[in-house]
């Protein structure tokens, strides 16, 4: 992740996010590959949850029909080492809930999540006063351990996020769940600016970036730009009227988000 991150320079990256196993477990590493050629810069593979509550309708239709296919965490460990015969350069992340992590076993989760090529974990309802039985053995499997900060996270609170954090930091634009609102500019380049003076690291921006548009506008600030309930909308709709190319769908979906990202700054060469 490190040299993907450091690649980008001062160009903001297309972070693509689907749900592992949406719409079949069979077409999750084409999916994964889609995106990659639409141009994502890196992937979040989340983790099918029965209680996502973090996300809004898109991203939990995208679990129901994870799950209704018998996705699991194993299945989704496997689709990403599937994805990983093909591709061995493009940085993944896992995102999920805790309650999967806990039944599968932290220790053997990490372990197998390296094995698998994962680079990272965010964990949406850990929160760092809950991290510590897990921050060993991520860290010990070598996968970076990856924090969110939220509208509400002040001066005090973010010395205690970044603590732990590593690879980038995600800030969560809106209060609430994914893909329902979106934040304006102003607040978007007032939380970046806060968050650049704090760390180092990386910033990435999700919830509520919907459209390519929107994805330029929020490029001009963040290094990173999340896009997921907008890709799982595009894979559910094309499964809904049985499209025979689903990933062909993504594709051109993530190019036009990719192109939109990589001209937000005229000022750097992509």
């Known amino acids: 992740m490190a040299e993907r991150l450091a690649a980008l320079g001062s160009r903001p990256g297309l972070v693509a996010f689907a749900c592992g196993g949406d719409p079949s477990p069979e077409l999750g590493p084409r999916i994964l590959a889609a995106m990659v050629k639409g141009g994502a810069d890196l992937i979040e593979v989340g983790v099918p949850f029965s209680d996502p509550m973090a996300d809004g309708p898109s991203i939990q ?3 129901r029909r994870a799950l209704s296919a018998g996705t699991t965490l194993r299945g989704v460990l496997d689709l990403v080492a599937r994805f990983r015969r093909d591709d061995d350069a493009t940085p993944v992340v896992l995102m999920g809930y805790a309650n999967p992590v806990l039944a599968f076993g932290i220790d053997r989760f990490a372990v197998a999540a390296a094995r698998s090529g994962v680079d990272g974990v965010i964990l949406v309802d850990v929160p760092p006063e809950e991290s510590a039985p897990f921050l060993g053995p991520v860290r010990r499997a070598g996968l ?6 939220t509208p509400t996270t002040d001066d005090r609170r973010l010395p205690h996020i970044l603590s732990d954090a590593s690879g980038f930091l995600y800030h969560v634009a809106v209060a609430g769940v ?3 609102k979106s934040a304006p500019e102003a607040q978007v380049a007032a939380a ?3 968050l650049k003076a704090a760390t180092v690291l990386p910033v990435a921006v999700g919830f509520g ?3 390519p548009a929107h ?3 929020v490029a001009r600030h963040a290094d990173l730009v999340v896009v997921g309930s907008a890709v799982v909308d595009v894979i559910g709709n094309a499964h809904a009227r049985g499209a025979n190319d689903i990933p062909g769908e993504v594709e051109r979906f993530v190019a036009s988000l990719a192109e939109a990202v990589r001209t937000a700054r005229p000022e750097v060469v992509a």
Do not use: E
Request: hydrophobic residues 50%.
């Open 61 to 63: 239709a995208g679990n």
């Open 144 to 149: 970076h351990w990856i924090r969110l900060a």
């Open 178 to 180: 994914t893909g329902v």
């Open 192 to 194: 970046v600016a806060q």
């Open 209 to 211: 970036v919907r459209t």
């Open 215 to 217: 994805a330029r506008t």
